[in-house]
């Protein structure tokens, strides 16, 4: 979505990665003035996609480029809205989905039955708003939320590692063998 609002282009998020960027300008943006429909609703599972959701924000750029009457690259007046909009249906989703989730793991005893945790990485970690959304569900039922520093959740390989000393400092290990392994420092 960052990529398609050419937010490389705009002049308060130049510098910054597509989902820094949404998550910035949707901070002044109007969620209310677009709606998108949440992707997978006919389905009562736990599957995220947003393939769906990537379409309508698609279709929906495309006519606010013909209703402004500017091209595919150019920056859209409505952009803040547009940005906040999808950001919100995207938190949406991953709370719906994570409740679900979290509703099967319980009747299923998959998890304690006390202070459960609920643990989340990666970028949609770093977004303030989604881990702020996730925080309310997580106290919502009695779940701790665990997410790393937002510095820490921006690169997959910074992911990997993170992972790798907390299993080492739980004693889990890392690997069962480390034959075979070919690695080339940088």
């Given at each position: 979505?960052?990529?398609?609002?050419?937010?490389?282009?705009?002049?308060?998020?130049?510098?910054?990665?597509?989902?820094?960027?949404?998550?910035?300008?949707?901070?002044?943006?109007?969620?209310?003035?677009?709606?998108?429909?949440?992707?997978?609703?006919?389905?009562?599972?736990?599957?995220?996609?947003?393939?769906?959701?990537?379409?309508?924000?698609?279709?929906?750029?495309?006519?606010?480029?013909?209703?402004?009457?500017?091209?595919?690259?150019?920056?859209?007046?409505?952009?803040?809205?547009?940005?906040?909009?999808?950001?919100?249906?995207?938190?949406?989703?991953?709370?719906?989905?994570?409740?679900?989730?979290?509703?099967?793991?319980?009747?299923?005893?998959?998890?304690?039955?006390?202070?459960?945790t609920l643990v989340v990485s990666g970028g949609v970690a770093s977004n303030q708003y989604?881990?702020?959304?996730?925080?309310?569900?997580?106290?919502?039922?009695?779940?701790?939320?665990?997410?790393?520093?937002?510095?820490?959740?921006?690169?997959?390989?910074?992911?990997?590692?993170?992972?790798?000393?907390?299993?080492?400092?739980?004693?889990?290990?890392?690997?069962?063998?480390t034959a075979g392994i070919r690695y080339e420092p940088r």
């Amino acid at each position: 979505v960052a990529r398609r609002l050419s937010l490389r282009k705009h002049p308060e998020c130049h510098s910054m990665a597509g989902g820094k960027a949404i998550e910035h300008l949707a901070q002044t943006g109007n969620q209310d003035q677009l709606t998108f429909r949440l992707p997978m609703q006919q389905y009562r599972n736990c599957n995220f996609s947003f393939s769906g959701l990537q379409n309508l924000v698609n279709n929906a750029i495309i006519q606010k480029e013909k209703e402004e009457g500017i091209q595919e690259g150019e920056i859209l007046s409505c952009v803040k809205d547009v940005a906040a909009a999808v950001q919100h249906a995207v938190a949406v989703h991953i709370i719906q989905r994570t409740y679900r989730a979290m509703l099967f793991c319980i009747k299923n005893s998959i998890l304690p039955s006390k202070k459960a945790t609920l643990v989340v990485s990666g970028g949609v970690a770093s977004n303030q708003y989604i881990r702020k959304g996730l925080q309310n569900l997580a106290d919502a039922n009695d779940f701790a939320l665990l997410c790393p520093p937002p510095r820490l959740c921006t690169d997959n390989g910074v992911m990997i590692a993170w992972n790798g000393i907390e299993r080492l400092r739980a004693g889990l290990g890392v690997l069962h063998s480390t034959a075979g392994i070919r690695y080339e420092p940088r």
